[in-house]
């Protein structure tokens, strides 16, 4: 029997942080044993909007791939490969950006949001416009039915899903399938000051190998209800960073309801929240912690798995870019 097809990757522009684990690790591990699973490192993705820093999108390649062999994902059932080390994406992407016009790019909701937030006003990178083109790339270049994302990412799989569809229409034939999304209920995970989402270089993030005294530390600062200033006085639920992070990480569903109950009602303080999250927290990134302080150790070894992955990778996008080109009728020498 064939296991269903992920592929998802992450921009390699600095060490994961807990948003990632609650917005896709946490999927990625669980789905690693029933799906045939792929991880790319997305470097060439990282330089649309690094170019001028390309050592930082090389840096963190080792980085990302000590995050995710230590939250557990095992080479041996999933494959981490280097997306700038297989052409065959790029060639695709050339092709795709063809079955989509600037218009539809610029009226993505990601892009929209993302160029708002690094404040590109016109001067907005070629390849950073185009990049929902080359993930479509990625996407179909695996054959992936399946992505395990962040809210964040829906749209650039509808696009991709779109892209897929005209290259079939003009190709008469189903030679790249439809993907779907895979996105957490509990929604995106609030920073630290609950101001933002979580970003890799900014504040408010923790990252997956936060030392005891930084995970203490961003739990103390956390922002709650500031209208809750007595324990006797109801307090918020909605809007409280310490709650969406109870959703996202405590175990116990039935407990964070009741605890939100006694919240609302008054009587329950800020410290006992702040406790249970804290101690939850410090149970699931120590051993996090350990293995990669150990994968630090022995970068050769991460550089072989990626090295391993990639071959693999490279056969399997090589054949998608051959049918798709025998499919669409290209000129054959
Ligand atoms: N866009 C993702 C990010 O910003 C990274 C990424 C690249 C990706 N290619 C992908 C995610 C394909 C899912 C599928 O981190």
Redesign the pocket.
């Known amino acids: 029997m064939t296991r269903p097809v992920i ?5 390699t522009t600095g060490p994961l942080h807990v948003g990632h684990y609650a917005g896709s690790l946490a999927n990625r591990l669980k789905m690693q044993d029933d799906h045939e699973q792929f991880l ?1 490192l ?1 470097d060439a ?1 990282a330089l649309t909007d690094n170019a001028q820093d390309p050592a930082r999108t090389a840096r963190n390649v080792l980085e990302v791939a000590m995050d995710y062999l230590a939250v557990g994902i095992d080479p041996a059932r999933s494959t981490i490969c280097l ?1 700038s080390h297989l052409p065959a994406l790029a060639e695709l992407s050339m092709l795709y950006l063809n079955f989509v016009t600037v218009a539809r790019l610029e009226r993505n909701p990601t892009i929209k949001d993302e160029i708002r937030a690094r404040g590109f006003g016109r001067d907005i990178p070629a390849g950073f416009l185009c ?1 929902p083109a ?2 479509a790339a ?2 179909t270049g695996f054959r992936a039915t399946v ?1 395990p ?1 962040g809210a964040d ?1 829906a749209p ?1 799989i509808e696009q991709t899903n779109e892209i897929a569809r005209r290259i079939n229409a003009v190709a008469g034939a189903e030679v790249l399938p439809e993907a779907r999304a895979v996105i957490p209920e509990a929604g995106r995970l609030p920073s630290v000051d609950g101001t933002a989402k979580m970003s890799k270089s900014g504040g408010g993030a923790l990252r997956l190998s936060a030392a005891p005294d930084e995970i203490r530390a961003a739990v103390r600062a956390m922002f709650t209800d500031p209208g809750h200033l007595r324990i006797e006085d109801p307090g918020r639920v909605e809007g409280n960073v310490v709650f969406a992070w109870l959703d996202a990480f405590d175990p116990d569903k039935a407990e964070v309801e009741a605890l939100k109950a006694r919240y609302r009602a008054g009587g329950l303080g800020d410290g006992a929240i702040k406790k249970r999250l804290e101690e939850i927290l410090q149970a699931l990134l120590a051993p996090i912690r350990e293995e990669r302080a150990r994968l630090a150790r022995d970068p050769g070894h991460v550089t072989r798995v990626i090295r391993e992955g990639t071959e693999r990778a490279r056969a399997r996008t090589e054949a998608t870019k051959d049918a798709v080109t025998a499919a669409l009728g290209l000129f054959r020498l």
Not at 7 to 11: C, E, H, N, S, V
């Open positions: 592929l998802t990757g992450d921009r790319l997305a993705q997306q990049y080359a993930q990625d996407i992505v994302v990412q650039l």
